[in-house]
């Protein structure tokens, strides 16, 4: 099995939190222009919180920052998103 360097699994864990974490800005800033979240799902968003909180978890716990970091902001917008929901749920 080749074995990359520690820079580029880091690179790889870097771009792959960037674009996860992304994901959620469209949503939430649809959210607050719109200022409507019924057709955002409170049952999928409260998993997703569980989710991010483990890998969170996990990336503290086995030492993999680009893991731990993305996945600590990626569930702070993920709690957002809920947050936003029960406010504009309707």
């Given amino acids: 099995m080749l074995e990359a360097p520690l820079w580029l699994i880091n690179a790889f864990g870097v771009v792959a939190g960037l ?22 799902s409170l049952h999928m968003y409260a ?12 990336g503290v716990l086995s030492g993999s920052w680009p893991v731990a970091a993305s996945n600590a902001v990626c569930l702070m917008l993920v709690i957002m998103i809920f947050a936003l929901r029960l ?4």
């Fill in 19 to 40: 674009c996860s974490m992304s994901s959620f800005v469209p949503q939430i800033i649809k959210i607050i222009r719109e200022r409507d979240a019924e057709g955002v």
């Fill in 47 to 58: 998993v997703t919180i569980v989710g991010f909180a483990c890998w969170t978890t996990y």
């Fill in 87 to 90: 406010r504009f749920g309707g």
